[in-house]
C-alpha cells in the first residue's frame, strides 16, 4: 500500500463510527487487562516474619536493626532451613535411586534407601509401591524433589552470606539493603506457594449473592467477589482470545497454504481431513474434549485450539487458488517471475487480509466459547477468574430465586455487560475492517 | 435511417440539462449543460470516450439515476412536457411505454432466475394491459421480429441459455414490446462480437423502418455512428463539442476533438506512420480545468482557450461547435487531406 | 449437478468414518480406568477389586490393540449400542432418542419467528439503506451478535421469569407433566405442545407454550441478527445489479422491483444460509435448555460433561455429528435445485 491508499485507508478507518467505537472499547479492555493487579490488587497471603521485617523497615530506626535481622532469619530458617537440613539425605537417595536404575544395586537395596524419604514424608509412601511397578515414574519423582531441594539449598547459603552480610552494614546501606533483600523473599515467597491471582478471592462464607457495596463494587457472589472476577477476567480473555486464534490461524494457514500450493493428493487428502473435523460441532466437540482432558483454562483452550483451524485453512486455500487464476498472477508468470516472488508479492497479500480479518471476529468467538465451558462448569476450576464462571454462580441463583431473581441482578448485569462489550469491541473492529478492505462487502 | 421533416416538432427537447452526483470526495459533475433536441424517427447519436458523460444523459432522461445523483438545472421536455418535474409515479408511466433503454450487458440486465418470455410480459401487461394470453402472442411475435429462431421454445429459457446476440435482441423485444415513441440504447452493441454487432444494427435499422421510433444512440465507436445516425452530438466533460447532421459531422468536422476522434480510427485506404491518438487523458469531473474543456489536449490550443470557455456557435446549417479556432482547424484538415491524396 | 451429488454422496461413508475415528481418539485419551465408568456404574466399580476392573476392562475390550479396540467399538456403535448412560439410566441410544423431540420443538418454535423477521427486516434495513431505520436495525442485530445465547437467556431469564413470573422455566407445570405422563394422553408426534393439541387439551398447549416462550426469544434473537445481517448484504448486492436498473427502466412500480426481481435473487444465497441455520438451531440448543432447565439432547450433553459420563457425551456428539453431516448435503443438493444456473450445468 503506497501512501495515498495508507492515507485514505486511515480516513476510511476514522471516518466509521463503529471502527471507533470498536477500538475504544478494545483499547478500554486492554488498559485494564494490563493494570489489572493495580485496580483489583490480587490477596497475596503474606508470611508473618516478612509482614514483620517490612513494619520494621517501613519505621526504620537504628535500634530496629536486629529486630529485622531476627525477623529475616525467622523466615530463612522455616522457608529455607528446613531443605537445607533435609537436602543431604534427598541428595543419598537420589544417588541411590540413580545406581538402581544403572542396575547396580538391587530392588531392595533401592527400596531401603527410598524409605528414608518416606519415613520423614518428603515424598509420599505409595512411591515404595510404585517403584517396583513403575521406577521411571518414581525416579522421575525423586529428580523433582531433588531439584527443590537443591535448589532451596543452594538459594539458603545465599541467603546466609547476605545475611551476614547486611549484620556488618549500618544506617542508610542497611536500610538499602534490607529493602532489597525483603524484596527477593517477598518474590521467592510467592514462588514457593503456587499463587495463582486468577482465582476469586473468597471474601465470605455466605453462598448467597451480596449486592455491591463501597468494599465491594459489583457485589459478591458465592462469596466471590465479582469486581475482581471481572477485572481479572479481562486477562483470562484476552490470554484465550489471542492463543487459540493465533494458533488456529498459524495451522489453518500451514495446512490451507500447502494445500492449495501442491494440489492433487496433498490437497484431497488435506482438505478431506478438513471436511471430516468441520463435521463435529464445535461447541460439542469443545465440551467433549475439555471433559476429557480435565479442569484447567490450558485444557479449554487445547480443546478450543484442536476444533477451529478448518475455517481458516479452508479460507486461505480458496484464496490461493483464486488468485492462482487471476490475470495478474497469469499476466506475472508469463513475464517470467519466479515463483517465490509472485507468492510474496501478488498472492499473499491478496489473501492474507480476508484471514487477518476472520481471525479479529474469531477472536470474540472464541471467548464466548470458553466461558461457555466455563459457564457449565467446565475447564476453568472453581471460581477462576473468568467471566463465564462467574455466571455460573448466577444461574442457580435465578432459577432458585423465583419472584426474587432480580434482586440478584448484579450477578449476570456484570460480567455479562463486560462479555458482551468485548465481543462487540472486536465485531466492530473485524467489520470496520473488512469493510475497509473490500468495500464491496459493505455492511 | 431516415429522412424526415425536420421541420416538425421535436418528440425531446433538452435544455441546458445538468446532472451532478454527491460523493464522499466531493460533487461530480457529470453532465454540464446539455442543449439537444430529437425529432420523431430519427436516430442522433451521442458520441464520447468513457467519462464524457453520455451514459449519464441518457439516464438522467429517465430518472434513473442512482441515489447520489440529482438535476440541479434543466429540462427534459418530451411532448411538450417536463418531465424533470414528474413524481415517480407518473415517470413510471413514461418509462417503457413511452420511452424505452436497452444496456450494454445484456447477460446483466436480463434477471437470471426469470424466463425472458416472463420478463417481456410482465412489461406488456404493465403498461398495455393485456392478459395472460394476449401478451404471450405479442412477446412471441416480438421475439420473432427481432430475429430470434423458434420464438415459442425461446420464451420458456432463462437469459443464461441464449447466446449474447439472442440476449441482445431479445432486450429490443423487450423494449419495443410497448411501443415507445423513443428508444434509448446504451452501448447495445459494444459487448459483442464484430459480426453480431452488424446484425444488431441490422435489425434495429429495419425495426426503426417498421415501428417508426426515434432512437437516441449512445456510443464511443464512430463506426457505428456512421451506419446507424441522422443526426450526432460529440460529448466532452459533459458537454456538447460539435453537434449536426451525420454527414457534416463526417466530412467537415469542426471541432478538434472530433477531429481527433476521426484520427484515432485506424484506416487502410491510407498511409499512415503511426497510430495517432489523442495525448493526455479526460480531465476529472470533479476538477474541471478553467476555459475550454479540452485545452490541455488540444494541438490548437492558445492561451485564451485555458482562460475562456467557447460557446457553441454555429459553423454551417444546422452545425454546431465549441471552439475558438474553427478556421485554423479547417486549414490544418485541408492540409492533411492534401498530403493524404499527395500520397 | 448429479456428478456433484455422486460425489458428495460418496465422500459421505469417507466422512462419517474420520469422525468416528476422532471421537474414538477422544475416548482413548481418557485411558482405560476411565473408560470402564463407561460400562459399570462407579458405585459398583468402588466395590471391586483391581482384578475384577480388570475383568471387565478384558470383557469390554479395553486392553485389546487400539486397530481392534476400534473396530468393535465401531462394530457396537453401527448396530445401536452406544453404552449406558449415567445421566439417563438407560442405554445411552435411547436416551439420546428420547430427548431428541424435545429440542426438535424447541427449534420449529424457534425457526418460524427467525426466518421471517430477519429475513423482513434484512430486505427493509437493505431497501432503505443508510436511513435511520437501517441503522437502527444494524445496530441491534450488532448487539445481538456479541451477545453470547447463555448471558442473553440469563437475562431473559430474571426479566421474564424474576421480575414479571410470565414464563416459567422447565417444560411443563407439574399438573401438565402428569397429565401427559397418564395413560389417557396419546403421545403421537412425541412434541408436546403438538399432541397437546392432537389430543385436544388446549390447556395443556397454553402451558406447553408459556414455557417455551423465554427460551425461543433467545434462540430467536441472536440468530435472527444473523440472518438479517446475511439478507441485508445480499440484498444490498442484488440491488446494484443491472438487471435491477433494467426493470426500473421498464417502468415497474419500485415495490414490484423490490419483491419479485431483487428478493428473488437475494434470497438464493439466503436459503444456504437459512439451511445451514436450522442446522445450526438444532445443535445449538445446549445452554438455552440448561439455563431455563428443559429435557433436551443439549441440556443431557451438559449434565453428561459436568457428570463425566463418557458414553453419553460420545455418543451425543457422534449423534450430533451425523445430523451435521447428512444436513448439509440435503442442504447442497437442494441449493443445486433451486438456482436455475447450477441446476443445468
Not at chain 1, 479492555?29 to 490480587?42: G, K, Q
Not at chain 1, 476450576?381 to 426474587?404: C, H, K, T, V
Not at chain 3, 431428541?100 to 426466518?115: C, K, M, S
Not at chain 3, 451477545?147 to 407439574?174: A, Q, R
Request: aromatic share 10%; net charge negative; charged share 20%.
Amino acid at each position: 500500500m503506497n501512501k495515498e491508499e495508507l492515507k485514505r485507508t486511515l480516513k476510511k478507518l476514522f471516518g466509521n463510527t463503529g471502527a471507533i467505537i470498536g477500538f475504544i472499547l478494545l483499547g478500554f479492555f486492554i488498559v485494564i487487562a494490563i493494570i489489572a493487579p493495580y485496580i483489583a490488587p490480587p490477596d497475596i497471603p503474606q508470611d508473618m516474619d516478612l509482614e514483620q521485617a517490612n513494619k520494621l523497615i517501613e519505621d526504620y530506626e537504628p535500634s530496629n536493626k536486629e529486630e529485622i535481622l531476627s525477623a529475616f532469619e525467622s523466615f530463612q530458617q522455616f522457608n529455607l532451613g528446613f531443605y537445607m537440613q533435609d537436602y543431604p539425605i534427598v541428595k543419598e537417595v537420589y544417588e541411590s535411586l540413580k545406581e538402581f536404575d544403572k542396575g547396580n544395586i538391587s530392588l531392595e537395596e533401592a527400596k531401603m534407601s527410598l524409605q528414608k524419604l518416606t519415613n520423614y514424608y518428603i515424598v509420599d509412601i505409595s512411591l515404595l509401591e510404585q517403584i517396583e511397578t513403575d521406577p521411571n515414574a518414581v525416579i522421575s519423582d525423586v529428580e523433582k524433589v531433588y531439584k527443590k531441594y537443591k535448589d532451596y539449598n543452594e538459594k539458603g547459603k545465599v541467603v546466609k552470606e547476605e545475611l551476614e552480610e547486611l549484620r556488618t552494614l549500618e544506617g542508610d546501606d542497611f536500610l538499602k539493603k534490607a529493602k532489597s533483600m525483603y524484596n527477593d523473599f517477598h518474590d521467592f515467597y510467592i514462588d514457593s506457594i503456587d499463587f495463582d491471582p486468577f482465582i476469586m478471592p473468597k471474601e465470605s462464607l455466605e453462598n448467597a449473592p451480596q449486592p455491591p457495596s463501597r468494599e465491594y463494587p459489583f457485589g459478591l457472589s458465592n462469596g466471590r467477589n465479582i469486581y475482581y472476577g471481572v477485572v481479572w477476567g479481562t486477562r483470562t480473555a484476552f490470554q484465550i482470545g489471542f492463543s487459540v486464534v493465533a494458533f488456529a490461524t498459524f495451522v489453518g494457514l500451514l495446512v490451507g497454504s500447502i494445500a492449495a500450493y501442491f494440489g492433487g493428493w496433498v490437497d484431497e487428502i488435506l482438505m478431506r481431513i478438513t471436511d471430516i473435523f468441520l463435521s463435529i460441532p464445535f461447541i460439542l466437540s469443545a465440551m467433549v474434549l475439555t471433559t476429557v482432558l480435565g479442569t484447567g483454562i490450558d485444557k479449554v483452550m487445547i480443546a478450543m485450539m484442536t476444533f477451529t483451524w478448518m475455517s481458516t485453512a479452508r479460507l486461505i486455500r480458496g484464496n490461493i487458488l483464486q488468485a492462482k487464476n487471476e490475470q495478474y498472477v497469469l499476466a506475472a508468470r508469463a513475464l517470467g517471475v519466479p515463483d517465490w516472488k509472485i507468492i510474496i508479492v501478488h498472492i499473499l497479500p491478496n489473501t492474507i487480509f480476508p484471514v487477518i480479518i476472520q481471525a479479529t471476529m474469531r477472536i470474540g468467538t472464541m471467548v464466548i466459547t470458553a466461558s461457555g465451558l466455563s459457564f457449565l462448569g467446565l475447564g476453568a476450576p472453581q471460581g477462576y477468574a473468568d467471566w463465564g464462571s462467574i455466571l455460573s454462580f448466577a444461574r442457580n441463583w435465578m432459577l432458585g430465586g423465583g419472584e426474587n431473581a432480580f434482586q440478584y441482578w448484579y450477578t449476570i448485569v456484570f460480567p455479562g455487560t463486560a462479555m458482551v462489550l468485548f465481543v462487540l469491541g472486536w465485531n466492530l473492529v473485524g467489520d470496520a475492517l473488512r469493510d475497509i478492505f473490500d468495500p464491496k462487502n459493505r455492511m | 435511417m431516415n429522412t424526415k421533416n425536420k421541420k416538425a416538432e421535436p418528440l425531446l427537447k433538452i435544455e441546458n440539462l445538468k446532472t451532478y452526483f454527491r460523493t464522499e470526495d466531493g460533487i461530480v459533475k457529470a453532465v454540464n449543460g446539455m442543449d439537444f433536441e430529437l425529432y420523431p424517427g430519427e436516430t442522433l447519436a451521442i458520441v464520447g470516450e468513457s467519462g464524457s458523460g453520455k451514459s449519464v444523459t441518457s439516464l438522467s432522461l429517465m430518472h434513473l439515476l442512482d441515489e447520489n445523483g440529482f438535476i440541479p438545472e434543466g429540462k427534459i421536455i418530451y411532448k411538450g412536457q417536463d418531465i424533470t418535474k414528474l413524481s415517480q409515479n407518473k415517470m413510471r408511466k413514461v418509462r417503457g411505454n413511452e420511452i424505452s433503454m436497452i444496456f450494454q450487458e445484456p447477460m446483466t440486465a436480463l434477471n437470471p432466475v426469470y424466463t425472458i418470455g416472463e420478463q417481456i410480459m410482465e412489461m406488456i401487461k404493465l403498461h398495455l394491459k393485456m392478459n395472460e394470453k394476449e401478451a404471450r402472442a405479442r412477446a412471441v411475435d416480438l421475439l420473432q421480429k427481432v430475429g430470434i429462431p423458434e420464438p415459442a421454445k425461446r420464451i420458456e429459457q432463462y437469459p443464461h441459455e441464449l447466446s449474447g446476440g439472442m440476449r441482445q435482441r431479445a432486450m429490443i423485444a423487450m423494449a419495443l414490446s410497448c411501443d415507445p415513441s423513443v428508444l434509448i440504447a446504451d452501448e447495445p452493441t459494444t459487448a459483442l462480437d464484430v459480426t453480431i454487432q452488424a446484425q444488431i444494427l441490422e435489425l434495429m435499422n429495419k425495426l426503426q423502418d417498421d415501428y417508426g421510433m426515434a432512437i437516441i444512440f449512445i456510443t464511443h465507436d464512430l463506426g457505428v455512428v456512421a451506419e446507424m445516425s441522422d443526426r450526432a452530438i460529440v460529448m466532452y466533460g459533459g458537454e456538447i463539442f460539435e453537434k449536426g447532421d451525420i454527414v457534416d459531422i463526417f466530412k467537415k468536422p469542426r471541432n478538434p476533438y472530433t477531429w481527433g476522434l476521426m484520427n484515432s480510427i485506424p484506416r487502410i485506404d491510407v498511409e499512415k506512420e503511426k497510430l495517432w491518438a489523442i495525448p493526455g487523458s479526460v480531465p476529472s469531473a470533479m476538477n474541471f480545468p478553467k476555459g475550454c474543456k479540452f485545452a490541455n489536449r488540444c494541438f490548437l490550443a492558445t492561451e485564451k482557450c485555458e482562460n475562456d470557455e467557447p460557446e457553441l456557435k454555429e459553423v454551417g446549417k444546422n452545425h454546431l461547435s465549441r471552439c475558438f479556432y474553427v478556421d485554423k482547424l479547417v486549414e490544418e484538415i485541408d492540409k492533411v487531406k492534401a498530403g493524404e491524396s499527395n500520397g | 449437478m448429479t456428478a456433484y451429488i455422486i460425489r458428495r454422496l460418496l465422500l459421505l461413508p469417507l466422512i462419517i468414518f474420520g469422525v468416528t475415528l476422532i471421537v474414538f481418539s477422544m475416548m482413548q485419551l481418557l485411558g482405560t480406568d476411565k473408560l470402564v465408568t463407561a460400562y459399570i456404574p462407579q458405585s459398583q466399580i468402588d466395590r471391586m477389586t483391581d482384578e475384577q476392573i480388570e475383568s471387565v476392562k478384558e470383557r469390554y475390550g479395553l486392553n485389546d490393540p487400539l486397530p481392534l479396540r476400534y473396530i468393535n467399538w465401531l462394530g457396537k456403535t453401527l448396530s445401536g449400542d452406544l453404552g449406558w448412560s449415567i445421566v439417563g439410566k438407560q442405554p445411552t441410544l435411547t436416551a439420546i432418542l428420547q430427548r431428541v423431540p424435545y429440542t426438535i420443538e424447541l427449534a420449529l418454535y424457534a425457526i418460524v419467528p427467525i426466518i421471517f423477521v430477519g429475513i423482513w427486516l434484512g430486505i427493509k434495513s437493505a431497501v432503505n439503506h443508510n436511513s435511520f431505520i437501517d441503522n437502527f436495525i444494524r445496530i441491534f442485530a450488532l448487539v445481538g451478535y456479541s451477545l453470547p445465547d447463555f448471558v442473553f437467556g440469563l437475562i431473559i431469564l430474571m426479566i421474564f421469569y424474576g421480575v414479571l413470573g410470565w414464563f416459567p422455566p422447565g417444560n411443563l407445570s407439574l399438573w401438565a407433566d402428569q397429565a401427559v405422563s397418564s395413560d389417557s394422553f396419546n403421545t403421537i408426534t412425541h412434541l408436546i405442545s403438538i399432541d397437546a393439541l392432537l389430543n385436544g387439551r388446549f390447556d395443556i398447549f397454553w402451558d406447553a407454550l408459556r414455557h417455551i416462550i423465554a427460551p425461543v426469544i433467545t434462540l430467536a434473537y441472536l440468530w435472527w441478527a444473523f440472518l438479517l445481517r446475511i439478507t441485508r448484504s445480499a440484498m444490498l448486492e442484488v440491488m446494484k445489479k443491472d438487471y435491477i436498473r433494467t426493470a426500473r427502466a421498464k417502468g415497474l412500480s419500485e415495490k414490484v422491483v423490490i419483491n419479485k426481481h431483487a428478493r428473488r435473487n437475494a434470497l438464493i444465497p439466503v436459503t444456504t444460509v437459512a439451511g445451514s441455520m436450522i442446522i445450526g438451531l438444532f445443535i445449538g440448543t445446549v445452554f438455552v435448555e440448561t439455563i431455563f432447565n428443559r429435557t433436551g439432547l443439549g441440556r443431557f450433553v451438559a449434565d453428561a460433561a459436568t457428570q463425566l459420563d463418557y458414553s453419553s457425551i460420545m455418543g451425543s456428539l457422534l449423534f450430533y455429528s451425523m445430523i451435521l453431516v447428512i444436513g448439509n448435503l440435503i442442504i447442497d443438493i437442494l441449493y443445486a435445485v433451486i438456482d436455475p444456473r447450477i441446476r443445468l450445468e
